[in-house]
């Protein structure tokens, strides 16, 4: 078998399909995209074609090694991402041509679903607290939700009384056994995480993600001291020597990388095994499409350390276009009792809509990130 194109198509809402095809027939799907860079991805992704083209798709970790070494310069988003994408492809047009899902070419699964979680928003109290509460009745038993807007260096205690005041109204309106996670998003700094965590230790928190920005590890231990609540970080690292800096610093219970910007299936999946020998929790980043969850509940059935998944299902970042979309059968997500099954198909286990994917390539997008600014006009974090 040998590959004879690789194939991209940008869809809305902020998403990249990549399609490899080969001479007998079969094709596989990636999702390589970085969030509001994903005509840059594309390009890389084309770049990278030139080694690809007239190859046996099955030597996927000597891919992964020439399109990784073989580029003076590696690593980082871009790069990372684009090869995760193909990855993520080679891998289901292995799992397509031997008839088996992936996870079982990866030693078989260690379990049989996992737990997800909602994403859920709201720009008062009482908005979150009916957020959370209809994403209870729709089966969920975890939600994460931003703890902040923007936050300055050092910034007045009616920010911290307001993130406060959304997690009592959360925590209030779900009760005391539904996991909450609360993601700083990289907006907060260490004078004020160090506050914001002791605030919100009585709320009994499934975790806190991204207190500090990932090159602040040197913070985070420090802000974390004394708080019981897990730390969580990982979706703007991009290879198992990124996470090798957060092992050896001891300072996060949870990673979070993403199989879309972490190098793919290959990658991660180391990532998870190095996770496991440091006694830390896998939970892989997914604000993204269905080839990105169905390649992470593919290294999550594979993980021992996997203990949740999140997912974009009526993420507010979907409107219009949501991961079920793009399926040729949706209920291959069906969530019951806030999990998901690992899907069983072959390859990814997906079957992507191609009809619905070329029509919604004809409107692209080109989402970008907000830009926030502070009250006195400096650049804020989003």
């Known amino acids: 078998m040998k590959i004879t194109a690789l194939k991209t198509f940008i869809v809305p809402p902020r998403w990249l399909f990549l399609k490899i095809e080969t001479d007998e027939g079969i094709c596989g799907w990636?999702?390589?995209v970085v969030e509001g860079k994903a005509q840059t991805v594309e390009t890389c992704v084309h770049e990278m074609a030139d080694h690809l083209v007239g190859s046996d798709p099955a030597r996927i970790e000597d891919h992964w090694q020439a399109l990784y070494r073989g580029g003076f310069y590696r690593g980082g988003p871009i790069l990372m991402s684009a090869i995760a994408g193909i990855d993520q492809a080679l891998w289901d047009i292995k799992g397509k041509a031997l008839g088996q899902p992936v996870h079982q070419l990866l030693g078989g699964p260690c379990r049989d679903n996992i737990r997800v979680y909602s994403w859920i928003g709201g720009d008062r109290p009482s908005d979150v607290a009916q957020n959370a509460r209809e994403a209870i009745a729709r089966g969920f038993t975890a939600l994460k939700m931003n703890g902040?807007?923007?936050?300055?260096?050092v910034d007045g205690h009616a920010k911290i009384d307001a993130v406060v005041t959304n997690v009592a109204a959360v925590r209030e309106a779900v009760g005391p056994h539904v996991g909450i996670g609360v993601d700083f998003h990289g907006r907060v700094q260490r004078p004020?995480?160090?506050a914001l965590i002791r605030e919100l230790e009585p709320f009994r928190l499934m975790f806190i993600e991204e207190p500090l920005l990932s090159e602040n590890l040197e913070g985070i231990a420090e802000v974390a001291r004394g708080s019981a609540t897990p730390i969580a970080l990982g979706e703007r690292l991009y290879s198992r020597w990124d996470f090798k800096r957060v092992f050896e610093a001891r300072c996060v219970d949870i990673i979070q990388p993403d199989l879309s910007h972490a190098g793919g299936i290959t990658e991660c999946r180391k990532i998870a095994a190095m996770a496991?020998?440091?006694d830390v929790a896998l939970a892989p980043h997914c604000p993204l499409g269905p080839i990105a969850l169905a390649a992470c509940l593919q290294v999550d059935?594979?993980?021992h350390n996997a203990f949740i998944q999140?997912?974009?299902?009526?993420?507010?970042y979907n409107t219009g276009s949501d991961i079920l979309?793009?399926?040729?059968?949706?209920?291959?997500?069906?969530y019951k009792e806030g999990r998901v099954q690992i899907p069983q198909g072959p390859g990814l286990g997906v079957e992507i809509d191609e009809a619905a994917v070329m029509r919604a390539a004809q409107t692209g997008h080109r989402w970008r990130n907000p830009v926030w600014r502070h009250a006195d006009g400096s650049i804020a974090e989003w």
């Open 30 to 32: 990636g999702e390589p």
């Open 148 to 153: 902040s807007e923007e936050m300055q260096i």
């Open 192 to 194: 004020m995480a160090k």
């Open 276 to 278: 496991e020998a440091y």
């Open 301 to 303: 059935a594979v993980s």
């Open 310 to 316: 999140e997912q974009s299902l009526g993420i507010h």
């Open 325 to 334: 979309d793009y399926l040729v059968d949706p209920s291959v997500f069906h």
